[in-house]
């Protein structure tokens, strides 16, 4: 869609990428690491400066007290959770993944030689635990979670939580890998792995700086996770990247020192609201959108064509660039629903809007 987009000259509410400056801030952080002496090799679990940091961030946030060896720093989340698959899935394990999902989950699954069991959220995009309950076996190695959601925008409730406490009692061999990516851009309660203690002792949790702080393109990311699962994903990790560059990770480390990480719902928020207000005079239907930077719409009152035939057309004839919901269900699923990104400037909102609003 990005390339449809730049080819018809369109604005590009698809792919999830913020298009506004970075803080200056961060900016200079990164200029202080560049004039240091940071150039070499970092520790393959990464900066200690990092990961100490992490570890206050973790604190403060859901009152969680881990140490620096529960912490690795990766090349992005896809990283991280490709390194965590690799590492603990086999040849002949299931993997549990709840469509509509993010679209690098599934590959490393394969490339392992196990088998992805793609098994459809709720009409709402929450967890059906009944469904859940009954494709787990002893064959089912991981059950892989995204919250808040990407592409629906939603956040788990508590009884999401005790449904999977329980699942996870019922089944010692299962292992969690919990993707949390958003876990700052949160309009309502957003509940951390980190703060379950039933489960975070198996769990994998994974996030990234890379959409914490409009960073996409540095690549950098984290997981958290006991040591015996970490010996593991360590295999894996040192022969695939080894160590992540080393003047992003001090520049992080920095920066964390100074901001307010709780600031960054506020910045969404008032995006998100910017872009709903609008919107919602559109024939566009809302879906509610609790977290992450997307927006859910439904297209059924403008059009019956398929997602994937709307989203172009849209991109072409009206210039705006959208993902269709289907794209992220194994079964194609077509709900006429399409997904745009609202992390960017309020200008490219006001263009997009203008158009959507004449459709
Ligand atoms: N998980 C989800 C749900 C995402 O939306 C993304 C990025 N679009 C990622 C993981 C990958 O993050 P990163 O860019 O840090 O690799």
Same mark, same amino acid.
């Given at each position: 869609? %990005? ?18 400056? +970075? ?121 892989? +979670? ?8 939603? +956040? ?24 949390? /990516? ?71 480390? %920095? ?36 977290? %992450? ?33 289907? /794209? ?32």
């Amino acid at each position: 869609m %990005s390339a449809l987009a730049q080819e018809y000259n369109a604005i590009n509410l698809a792919q999830g990428f913020p298009n506004f400056h +970075i803080d200056v801030q961060l900016q200079n952080a990164l200029v202080a690491a560049a004039n240091s002496n940071a150039h070499q090799y970092a520790p393959m679990a990464g900066l200690a400066e990092l990961r100490e940091e992490i570890v206050r961030l973790v604190a403060r946030q859901y009152h969680r007290n881990i140490t620096l060896n529960d912490i690795l720093i990766t090349a992005g989340a896809t990283q991280a959770i490709f390194t965590t698959i690799q590492a603990l899935v086999h040849s002949g394990d299931e993997v549990l993944i709840l469509d509509p999902s993010y679209d690098c989950y599934e590959s490393p699954v394969i490339l392992s030689g196990a088998k992805p069991i793609r098994l459809p959220l709720k009409f709402d995009f929450k967890p059906n635990w009944d469904l859940i309950n009954s494709k787990v076996s002893t064959k089912t190695r991981l059950l892989l +979670i995204n919250n808040p959601h990407n592409p629906s925008g939603t +956040i788990w409730d508590e009884a999401d939580f005790i449904a999977l406490e329980k699942l996870m009692a019922a089944h010692p061999q299962l292992l969690l890998l919990s993707d949390e /990516v958003y876990e700052f851009i949160a309009f309502e309660e957003h509940q951390s792995i980190h703060q379950r203690s039933a489960l975070r002792d198996r769990a994998i949790i994974i996030s990234s700086f890379g959409k914490t702080f409009h960073i996409t393109g540095w690549k950098i990311g984290y997981l958290v996770c006991p040591p015996e699962i970490m010996v593991e994903i360590q295999k894996v990790h040192q022969f695939l990247v080894f160590s992540v560059n080393s003047i992003a990770q001090l520049a992080l480390a %920095s920066y964390l020192k100074e901001i307010d990480i709780n600031k960054l719902k506020i910045f969404y928020q008032e995006k998100r609201d910017f872009f709903r207000a609008q919107l919602e005079s559109s024939r566009f239907e809302l879906y509610p959108a609790q977290g %992450s930077y997307f927006q859910l719409a439904s297209y059924a009152h403008i059009s019956d064509e398929p997602d994937t035939d709307f989203c172009i057309r849209l991109t072409k004839e009206n210039g705006v660039a959208a993902i269709p919901l289907s /794209v992220f269900n194994a079964n194609g699923e077509d709900r006429k629903l399409v997904r745009f990104c609202y992390a960017k400037t309020n200008e490219t909102l006001q263009l997009a809007l203008d158009r959507l609003c004449k459709i």
